[in-house]
């Protein structure tokens, strides 16, 4: 079955704190991958994504994640968290190159970074 | 540029009634998708349309239903209303399917559907 895990359901950080979500997916092929964040009082917006090439990938705000595809697993880091990172965390999967946007998303991981 | 708007934002509604629930994409965006969010189950994908047409379906009973009007504003309608189908539905939209367009959904602010 298709399905994305996100094993930290709610993180608390101070700041300068590094961080790191863990995101594991089951997916039959090739795959895109996503992360989303939902600030409080806000939408969901996209903070990057990997579809091929270097599983390397950088988003917004300092945020970036690596694709292992032998351990089907998409982790969001970023070396040092702020108060403003304070937001709800999903990470999301589809099918690569497919002509869908329908999107498998995990349950979210609820960040709160103390001042 | 505005956003994805959906209306309403909040309602109520009781056992066995039905919901009409609209969203307006991005100028220019032909792609509109539906999930609903629940703290149990997180996100999870109702439809997807293009051009009018429902290009997926996620699994949800048929008592959910959707359309795509030819300006690509949507709506998607639950009849027969129970309690478990309190939730937030939210809308996104895009260029087009994901292999398409930079692979961003752009996401509205949801409308917040309470059955009692």
């Known amino acids: 079955a298709q399905s994305v895990s996100q094993h930290n359901h709610h993180v608390i950080l101070s700041e300068a704190a590094s961080l790191e979500l863990g995101c594991n997916y089951s997916y039959g092929g090739t795959v895109n991958l996503f992360w989303y964040v939902q600030y409080p009082g806000q939408h969901l917006q996209l903070l990057l994504k990997?579809?091929?090439?270097?599983?390397l990938v950088k988003g917004i705000k300092g945020f970036e994640a690596e694709f292992i595809k032998s351990k089907f697993s998409f982790n969001l880091r970023k070396p040092s968290v702020q108060w403003s990172d304070t937001a709800e965390y999903f990470c999301?999967?589809?099918?690569?190159?497919?002509?869908?946007?329908?999107?498998?998303f995990g349950t979210g991981t609820l960040l709160a970074v103390q001042p | 540029k505005a956003g994805v708007t959906q209306t309403p934002r909040y309602l109520i509604k009781t056992r066995g009634q039905q919901v009409t629930l609209s969203c307006s994409p991005i100028s220019g965006h032909r792609s509109v998708s539906w999930y609903q969010q629940t703290p149990g189950q997180g996100l999870q994908f109702l439809f997807e349309?293009?051009?009018?047409?429902?290009?997926n379906k996620g699994n949800f009973p048929g008592r959910f239903s959707g359309r795509q009007f030819s300006n690509s504003r949507s709506e998607m309608n639950v009849s027969t209303l129970e309690l478990g189908d309190s939730a937030l539905y939210l809308c996104?939209?895009?260029?087009?399917?994901?292999?398409?367009?930079?692979?961003?959904?752009?996401f509205g602010e949801g409308s917040r559907l309470t059955v009692l």
């Open positions: 990997y579809f091929s090439g270097d599983p």
């Open positions: 349309y293009f051009s009018e047409t429902q290009r």
């Open positions: 996104a939209s895009s260029y087009g399917p994901v292999a398409e367009n930079t692979g961003e959904l752009f």
């Open positions: 999301a999967v589809g099918p690569g190159g497919g002509a869908t946007n329908k999107l498998i």
